[in-house]
């Protein structure tokens, strides 16, 4: 089984790899840069959606919670207010002390106007220290100050409200009523909420002699809920005990109404003790971010609820913002990949076609440049193949013109040097037969110059008669300018039996003499040869002092292109110095120095050698 599980693996491995090797390969190119552009693409925007999902989460129940805490603080500064305004107008000893008199008999109607001044100051004193909307006081009927109806009221009016009958028939000290219950006499009452209070006969407990009610504008309440939505479909509410709503934001009411209610009250019952984190609740079949509070002292509670589907509609925003950005990431890592893989498959193609027109036997191609990547290298490496076929076709063809001529060279062969010293002695006779010894000189110093520079055919020869070539141009050339230059030898004779490249130094003294002595406004100088050598090498410099050279005209010189038009020393130069190194290797070779009106120093570097062999 395990062999056959092998055999079928390996057989689908290579029907895979045969597959891929098929396929083209800017195909191949083009998947494996989408893949591996869209995967880690698509994680990441994945990843970051469900981070971001779950960070927005948790900042919208931060905020709700934020926005909670704050609303609860604000409703119960306002609470406060109210709670300690009634605490000093029932300990006010004025106030009580004229509330027992107005239960008397014998109240007479200077005391009840002296009284109700007395009461009126005290009442708009404390309206104002306490920030409350207005304290009233409900006191006996048939008073001067009774029907005054701005601070003070009749009693037996407020016995009828609503308020007074749930404040009479309940175990409350006092009762914090909503707009619901203020139906009295006041035509603004439903817009308020109230914090009654029905005042006892200090010494007979069993009898009132007033009520005191504080009342507040029901729509500072209302503000502080408005500014608790997080969310425009957030509803936040203030219910009492009994679930009546004390204050609320635009539509609350009609939800509260329906089957809302008891599910609401259901869910946030046991929670209500104190500020509570936000925890998600199914009402009437739809889930709702909720949270509950009491308001200390009284019997309210803060209630908020946001519907869940409105928060997740906000990362549902976020959600199409990620895919449509994945769907841009995925158009562009196409066009990258196609691009990317038709650039490289376009020069590989280019390659292609030109390797063909090799193939077919035209060398006249040249592939383009095409950078330093692998396919740059591969495009260089066949200029540089194709270069070395076309050079060993044209060696080949070379050769087979020398082949062709190899008689002819044969038969320049056959001419000896010998032929050449032979006419040169027999000018030399026949100058002396006619009596010009100048003649005979001349061609004699020349007859030495060319054996020594023939020298058997040998390349290397040694610095002596090298020197001698150099002493037989520099004699022939005084036989014709009448002796003006002056050749001088220091330290030569030690460097004699070393070996030299053979023409070598005879170029420099003729650049000396042509090129700087020759220029001068007298035309004559002298030309310094001086030796020297080391441990491993010899250095013979050549100085004259000619009419040197501009900094320009010497990088020409270097170049081999100075003069090279007329008698070629220019390339001479050039010429030995690229022997040299071709020979010696890099760090030999020529070196040349000038300086305009003073001369040249040319410096010859090579290596010790005495042998037939380097």
């Not at 030999?588 to 040319?602: P, W």
């Amino acid at each position: 089984m395990r062999m056959k599980l092998l055999s079928y693996s390996s057989n689908v491995r290579r029907a895979f790899v045969g597959f891929v090797n098929n396929v083209s390969m800017r195909k191949k190119l083009f998947a494996t840069f989408f893949i591996f552009m869209t995967i880690p693409f698509g994680a990441y925007i994945t990843y970051s959606y469900n981070q971001s999902t779950r960070a927005q989460e948790e900042q919208m129940v931060y905020s709700e919670e934020r926005a909670f805490e704050q609303a609860l603080s604000l409703i119960n500064y306002n609470v406060l207010n109210i709670n300690r305004a009634m605490e000093l107008t029932i300990m006010d000893e004025t106030i009580l002390a004229v509330l027992d008199r107005s239960v008397q008999d014998s109240y007479s109607t200077i005391d009840q106007i002296r009284d109700f001044l007395k009461l009126k100051d005290k009442v708009i004193s404390l309206e104002k220290s306490q920030d409350v909307s207005r304290i009233r006081i409900y006191i006996k009927n048939g008073l001067l100050f009774s029907s005054e109806n701005q601070s003070f009221y009749d009693m037996e009016k407020a016995q009828k409200s609503v308020w007074y009958q749930k404040l009479h028939y309940s175990s409350l000290v006092s009762l914090w009523c909503p707009p619901s219950y203020m139906t009295d006499e006041d035509g603004k009452s439903d817009s308020l909420i109230a914090n009654v209070r029905i005042l006892k006969n200090p010494t007979n407990y069993r009898e009132d002699i007033g009520i005191l009610r504080i009342d507040m504008e029901e729509q500072r309440i209302g503000k502080i809920l408005a500014d608790a939505k997080v969310i425009p479909s957030s509803q936040v509410a203030i219910v009492n005990s009994a679930g009546d709503i004390v204050s609320s934001t635009d539509g609350f009411e009609a939800l509260y109404a329906g089957a809302l209610k008891k599910d609401l009250l259901e869910s946030v019952k046991g929670k209500e003790r104190e500020v509570s984190h936000a925890w998600k609740g199914a009402l009437n079949g739809e889930t709702y971010l909720l949270q509950s509070s009491s308001i200390p002292g009284n019997d309210w509670t803060l209630l908020s609820m946001s519907p869940y589907r409105d928060i997740i509609t906000i990362m549902d925003k976020l959600r199409n913002e990620m895919i449509m950005l994945l769907i841009g990431c995925v158009v562009l890592a196409y066009l990258i990949s196609n691009f990317i893989s038709y650039s490289i498959t376009k020069r590989i193609l280019k390659l292609m076609k030109q390797m063909n027109r090799v193939k077919s036997g035209d060398l006249q191609v040249h592939a383009m440049e095409f950078g330093k990547d692998e396919v740059g290298v591969l495009s260089n490496t066949f200029n540089y193949m194709v270069l070395q076929m076309k050079s060993y076709i044209e060696e080949k063809e070379r050769l087979g013109k020398e082949i062709k001529n190899s008689e002819f060279r044969a038969l320049q062969a056959q001419i000896n040097p010998h032929f050449l010293y032979n006419t040169l002695e027999l000018i030399h006779w026949k100058a002396m037969e006619h009596q010009a010894p100048s003649v005979s000189a001349i061609v004699q110093t020349l007859a030495k110059f060319y054996k020594l520079s023939l020298s058997r055919g040998d390349e290397m020869i040694p610095i002596f008669d090298e020197m001698e070539i150099a002493r037989s141009y520099v004699r022939i050339q005084n036989m014709r300018f009448k002796n003006s230059i002056q050749l001088v030898e220091e330290n030569m004779e030690e460097l004699y039996e070393y070996k030299i490249p053979k023409i070598i130094l005879q170029p420099l003294v003729e650049n000396a003499i042509l090129h700087g002595i020759r220029r001068k406004k007298e035309e004559q100088g002298m030309i310094l040869v001086r030796g020297s050598m080391d441990n491993c090498c010899i250095c013979i410099e050549v100085i004259d002092d000619g009419v040197g050279f501009t900094p320009e005209r010497l990088a020409e010189v270097k170049s081999g292109q100075y003069e090279s038009h007329r008698n070629g020393s220019g390339y001479g130069l050039k010429n030995i110095d690229s022997r040299l190194r071709l020979q010696y290797g890099e760090q030999f070779g020529l070196e040349i120095q000038s300086v305009l009106h003073e001369g040249t120093h040319c410096y010859v570097r090579i290596p010790l050698f005495k042998g037939k062999e380097l």
